[in-house]
């Protein structure tokens, strides 16, 4: 009977023992692994170098000091900029406070900027002038990079990069007024550059979460050769004085976004 009664009062002990260890227990941490989906919004800007150039020919329509002057004036800074936004999808893989995972987007990208330079008289040939203008836009840009992130239970800060592409639109077009010449070009090329940058998430639920992100993307520099200068008084050509051109991007953004893992 002793022992029975001893037996029973070391079960009710660990029972109460776990209830209350049950009771005071905290909940699971919060997890970011798994995959998820999402939108962005926010604003990107950037900057873009354009150069247009040509050169001396003796059998050439320009003079030597109107190369000079035209190569001088075709040199400039654009700053493209506008709205961004799009899908993101990736996944995460937590352990213990790192997470690591890859995601990729598709962005709405339409930022461009123009310059006009001119009219510019002609240094050999007052009062005649000539005027230059330079385009360069983009349409859509996507992204694929890795994250490494610290998890702070629902908090989540990280950095990013890896690959970025999108289509870069350049334009040109030439006139003057010493023998109404005109030139005018355009090239569109698919570039592939690099990205980096970081970024602070916060999970509102289980499945919700938002955040807020910044990238700098890089795409390098796209060239290509005009049309030949065309004279229409007199209409002839002069193919000695063909136009090159050149354009580099480097872009900034800011965005907000909102995602949903499974």
């Known amino acids: 009977m002793v022992k029975k009664t001893l037996i029973g009062g070391l079960l009710a002990a660990v029972i109460v023992t776990a209830l209350s260890a049950a009771a005071h227990a905290q909940a699971p941490a919060y997890s970011w692994t798994g995959p998820y989906i999402g939108l962005n919004a926010g604003y990107?800007?950037?900057?873009?170098?354009?150069?247009?150039?040509?050169?001396?020919?003796?059998?050439?329509?320009?003079a030597t000091t109107s190369v000079t002057s035209i190569n001088h004036a075709g040199s400039g800074d654009l700053s493209p900029s506008g709205?961004?936004?799009?899908?993101?999808?990736g996944f995460n893989w937590?352990?213990?406070?790192?997470?690591?995972?890859?995601?990729?987007?598709?962005?709405?990208?339409?930022?461009?900027?123009?310059?006009t330079v001119g009219p510019i008289t002609y240094?050999?040939?007052?009062?005649?002038?000539?005027?230059?203008?330079?385009?360069?836009?983009?349409?859509?840009?996507?992204?694929?990079?890795?994250?490494?992130?610290?998890?702070?239970?629902?908090?989540?800060?990280?950095?990013?990069?890896?690959?970025?592409?999108?289509?870069?639109?350049?334009?040109?077009?030439?006139?003057?007024?010493?023998?109404?010449?005109?030139?005018?070009?355009?090239?569109?090329?698919?570039?592939?550059?690099?990205?980096?940058?970081?970024?602070?998430?916060?999970g509102i639920t289980r499945n919700w979460s938002v955040r807020a992100e910044y990238l700098y993307v890089d795409f390098g520099t796209v060239s290509f050769n005009s049309h030949n200068l065309t004279a229409f008084t007199p209409s002839i050509a002069?193919?000695?004085?063909?136009?090159?051109?050149?354009?580099?991007?480097?872009?900034?953004?800011?965005?907000?976004?909102?995602?949903f893992r499974f």
Not at 44 to 57: A, D, L, P
Not at 95 to 115: M, N
Request: glycine share 12%; with cysteine; charged share 15%.
């Open 44 to 62: 990107g800007w950037g900057n873009s170098n354009v150069k247009t150039s040509t050169e001396f020919s003796p059998v050439g329509y320009f």
């Open 123 to 202: 240094p050999c040939c007052a009062p005649t002038a000539y005027r230059l203008t330079q385009k360069v836009e983009t349409d859509w840009l996507f992204t694929a990079r890795p994250r490494l992130g610290f998890a702070f239970d629902n908090w989540l800060l990280y950095v990013t990069g890896g690959m970025a592409v999108t289509n870069v639109e350049t334009r040109f077009h030439f006139t003057d007024t010493f023998a109404t010449a005109n030139a005018s070009g355009s090239d569109s090329d698919t570039k592939v550059g690099w990205t980096l940058g970081g970024g602070g998430e916060f």
């Open 238 to 259: 002069f193919p000695a004085n063909q136009f090159k051109h050149s354009a580099d991007l480097q872009t900034h953004i800011a965005r907000a976004a909102v995602n």
């Open 94 to 115: 937590q352990i213990g406070y790192f997470v690591l995972g890859g995601e990729a987007d598709f962005e709405y990208f339409p930022l461009e900027d123009s310059r």
């Open 83 to 89: 709205f961004v936004g799009g899908l993101q999808g």
